[in-house]
C-alpha cells in the first residue's frame, strides 16, 4: 500500500512538473501587453443640448482598428465613429447601455468589446424638498437643487407667492455658489402673507461665467388659500 502511495504522488509530481510551462505560458499571454484590450473603463456623464467628444482608448493589437457598436444604442444624437471617437450632440435624458467592439489588422484579427453606460443628465434641476404648506397666515417649505457638473454655479434661487391679481411677494431669495456634484441642497423659504389666493413659483438660475452657460429651472405649486390675516 505504501508503494502504491508513492508511485502516485510521484506520479502527480511528476504530471504537474510537465503542466507547468503550459500553465507558465498561459498566465504570460494573459498579461501580455500586445494583446489587444480597450483601455477605457467608464464614460462621463453627457448633458442635453451640449456637445460630447470623447476617443476610446486601446492598448496592445495591430493598428490600424476598426470600432463600431454591436449591441444596444448610445443616446440619440451620439454615435461610434470606426476612429473610436464617441461624439454628437445628445437630446434627451437617460441611462444609455451599448457594446462597443474593436478589430485590430493582425492575422488573423483579434476583437475584443466592452458594454458602457452612458447617462445624460439635467446640468441642473430642481424639486421641492418640503412642498409649499400654509402655516397660520405663513406660506413655507423648501426646494432642493442639485448641479450634476464638474464646475461651479453661480445659483440664484427666488421664491414668489402670485396672488388672484397678479401680484408677486418674495417669500425665498438666495444667491450663494453650487459646488460640483451636488445632490439635493435644501434651500428654505417661507413668508408671512396677507389673506388670499397663492401660487407658489420657484425658480433657480446657474450661471458659469468661464463659459458662458446659463440653466433655469422652474417649479410652480397648486393654489393655496390664506384664511389668516389682515
Known amino acids: 500500500m505504501q508503494t502504491g502511495m508513492k ?10 512538473l510537465i503542466l ?21 473603463s467608464f464614460l462621463p456623464k453627457a448633458f442635453p443640448r451640449q456637445p460630447y467628444h470623447l476617443q476610446l482608448e486601446v ?27 464617441l461624439s454628437g450632440t445628445p437630446t434627451v435624458i437617460g441611462d444609455f447601455r451599448f ?12 476583437e475584443r468589446n466592452k458594454e458602457f ?16 404648506k400654509i402655516n397660520g397666515q405663513r406660506i413655507e417649505g423648501t426646494i432642493k437643487v442639485t448641479n450634476q457638473t464638474e464646475t461651479t454655479f453661480d445659483l440664484t ?10 401680484r408677486a411677494t418674495a417669500i425665498g431669495y438666495q444667491r450663494f455658489p453650487l459646488k460640483p456634484n451636488t445632490l439635493d441642497f435644501e434651500i428654505p423659504f417661507g413668508e408671512n402673507l396677507p389673506r388670499g389666493s397663492y401660487d407658489v413659483h420657484a425658480d433657480v438660475v446657474a450661471e458659469v461665467a468661464e463659459v458662458n452657460n446659463i440653466y433655469r429651472a422652474r417649479l410652480v405649486a397648486e393654489k393655496m388659500q390664506v384664511q389668516q390675516g389682515p
Not at 8 to 14: D, T
Not at 23 to 40: C, M
Not at 99 to 110: E, F, K, Q, Y
Request: hydrophobic letters at 45%.
Open 7 to 16: 508511485f502516485c504522488c510521484k506520479s502527480v509530481a511528476g504530471l504537474l
Open 157 to 166: 434661487a427666488v421664491i414668489l407667492a402670485v396672488n388672484e391679481i397678479g
Open 99 to 110: 457594446v462597443a467592439t474593436i478589430t485590430d489588422s493582425g492575422r488573423p484579427a483579434h
Open 59 to 85: 492598448q496592445g493589437g495591430t493598428p490600424p482598428f476598426a470600432w463600431k457598436v454591436t449591441a444596444g444604442t448610445p443616446p440619440t444624437g451620439i454615435s461610434l465613429g470606426a476612429d473610436g471617437v
Open 117 to 132: 453606460l452612458l447617462q445624460v443628465v439635467a446640468p441642473l434641476s430642481m424639486a421641492w424638498g418640503q412642498p409649499p
Open 20 to 40: 507547468a510551462p503550459a500553465f507558465s505560458l498561459s498566465a504570460q499571454q494573459d498579461s501580455d501587453p500586445n494583446q489587444l484590450a480597450i483601455k477605457t
